[in-house]
């Protein structure tokens, strides 16, 4: 087998995978007609369609799949290999990749990060902001940060921050005109600043538990966004009620430009964990930044 097969194959492979052109030639760093004109050379000389393609998606043929299914995983072994073999080297280097939501970024990546890299110029992060449970075995990933409640069961997860809150706030002014709800089903009485969760496509239903009693708050109002800088900021603007992480906000309540309410109905939840698949074999590098993760306390 030429090198050209292996480049041929890890190509297809990337396009099968992500069922896209266009996000395999991103990961790959080519071009999306450099890598349409890689595949059609390959189908060429196999003599065989190994992808169906139409305007709006790409599939594996039956001669695709079979040779997805025989080469991906012998592939994927061989990079596992060769980034451990990176791992002997005397200074820990390679690329991770990581998925994560923005506020997870700000609160526990960017403090690790500030703390690992300048040490160690031959590490590279790579993060993508993503409020999705992100499958990262199909996407690919090293690692995500996720709150500890919704990391799935056959994945290793490390604790990386404290328990967190989410609260409710508004401006001053917001209060002022319509008036402060007393319990959460009055804020289906309000003008609510909602979060739209993309793996299901819906809005985050606001959660709350006192004393026993737990309850999800379907919320309307005039703004939707799927991230949490833009909700905070509308609230700043007197825009509408904002469910948001506490330490997101602390600094505004401080300075009274937002305040809290039903705080009692905002109880602690489990804090941000670093999650990777049980069968990863950790390189020097992710065992570092697992260091400087778990440095927080």
Known sequence: MSQADLNDIAAFLAVARLRSFTKAAAQLGVSQSALSQTIRGFEARLG?????????????TEAGERLLHAAGPRLDEISAELNALGALRDRPAGTIRITADDHAVQAVLQPALRRLLPDYPE???????????????????????????????DMIAVPIGPEM??????????????????????LTQHNCINLRLPTHGGLYAWEF????????????????????PPMIAAALAGLGLAYVPEDAVRAHIAAGRLEQVLDDWCPAYPGYHLYYPSRRQPTAAFGLLVAALRGWG
């Open 48 to 60: 065989l369609r190994l992808l169906t393609r139409t305007t709006r998606s790409v599939a594996p």
């Open 123 to 153: 590490i590279n992060i790579e993060v993508m902001i993503d409020y999705g449970l992100t499958d990262i075995v199909a996407e690919r990933y090293d690692a995500g940060i996720r709150v500890g409640e919704i990391v799935a069961k």
């Open 165 to 186: 809150r989410s609260i409710v706030v508004g401006a001053p002014g917001y209060f002022a005109a319509r008036g402060r709800p007393a319990s959460p089903q009055a």
């Open 209 to 228: 538990a006192r004393g026993g009693s737990e309850l999800r708050v379907r919320v309307d109002g005039q703004l939707v966004f799927n991230a949490t």
